[in-house]
């Protein structure tokens, strides 16, 4: 059985750092374009960060400078590293895959991690 499974969440004050990891258990995901969504309560789940099996990033607008996507393919894993924490980072983050990504749109794929709750106090 396929799966995503996600490691890393936590409670981390104002301006701390967190890295979750995202574990894939088959080969086929180093193909694919990985990323992470994140919904916190009363919103929509959105893109945070995604990254191409050949290692090209993206980041929504409100992470970019604090966020670092990155993938190891070997071991099937990709990797949030996220500093400089607020407030408004608090949400249950989701590891994706694989997505689609284009100029004018994203479309998250079929296989979700069970997801892990990032909380940033202030």
């Known amino acids: 059985q396929v799966q995503l499974v996600e490691s890393g969440g936590g409670l981390v004050q104002s301006g701390g750092s967190l890295r979750l990891s995202c574990a894939a258990s088959a080969s086929i995901f180093s193909i694919m374009t990985m990323g992470w969504y994140r919904q916190a309560p009363g919103k929509q789940r959105e893109l945070v960060a995604s990254v191409t099996s050949g290692g090209s990033a993206d980041y929504a607008d409100s992470v970019k400078g604090r966020f670092t996507i990155s993938r190891d393919n070997a071991n099937n894993t990709v990797y949030l590293q996220m500093n400089s924490l607020k407030p408004e980072d608090t949400a249950v983050y989701y590891c994706?895959?694989?997505?689609?990504?284009?100029?004018?749109?994203?479309?998250?794929?079929?296989?979700w991690g069970q997801g892990t709750q990032v909380t940033v106090s202030s």
């Open positions: 994706n895959a694989p997505i689609q990504r284009t100029l004018y749109y994203t479309i998250p794929g079929n296989y």
